[in-house]
């Protein structure tokens, strides 16, 4: 199982930017994948989840309304479309992908625990 996050970048407040989930070894269609964050010195935390069995989303309260996750099952890849960035936004981003949990705010949490991640790739949001 392999998960590889990329399209982060520096990025103006107020700016957009795509980020890029590939994944190997497990399908789409039966484990949900997660988008997780980390600022500096600050905890890692869940973004946002696309369940496997109908694509349904859930984000975390911070991100609603500007952030989307979508997903391109024959290019196992999963994307995070951020848009209306604001200087809190500045982490590193994870995506990942746990065995267990649907997608949903328990999945989320499941920050320490999930089974498999992938490196991390940098967003900075700065004028």
């Known amino acids: 199982v392999q998960l590889q996050a990329s399209g982060g970048g520096l990025v103006q407040p107020g700016g957009s930017l795509r980020l890029s989930c590939a994944t190997s070894?497990?399908?789409?269609?039966?484990?949900?994948v997660g988008w997780f964050r980390q600022a500096p010195g600050k905890e890692r935390e869940g973004v946002s989840c696309?369940?496997?069995?109908?694509?349904?989303?859930y984000y975390t309260d911070s991100v609603k309304g500007r952030f989307t996750i979508s997903r391109d099952r024959a290019q196992r890849t999963v994307y995070l479309q951020m848009n209306s960035l604001k200087f809190e936004d500045t982490a590193v981003y994870y995506c990942?992908?746990?065995?267990?949990?649907?997608?949903?705010?328990?999945?989320?949490?499941?920050?320490?625990?999930?089974?498999?991640w992938g490196k991390g790739t940098q967003v900075t949001v700065s004028s």
């Open positions: 070894g497990f399908s789409l269609d039966h484990f949900a």
């Open positions: 990942a992908t746990d065995f267990v949990l649907p997608c949903g705010s328990d999945y989320l949490a499941r920050v320490n625990a999930m089974d498999y």
């Open positions: 696309i369940s496997s069995s109908d694509g349904s989303t």
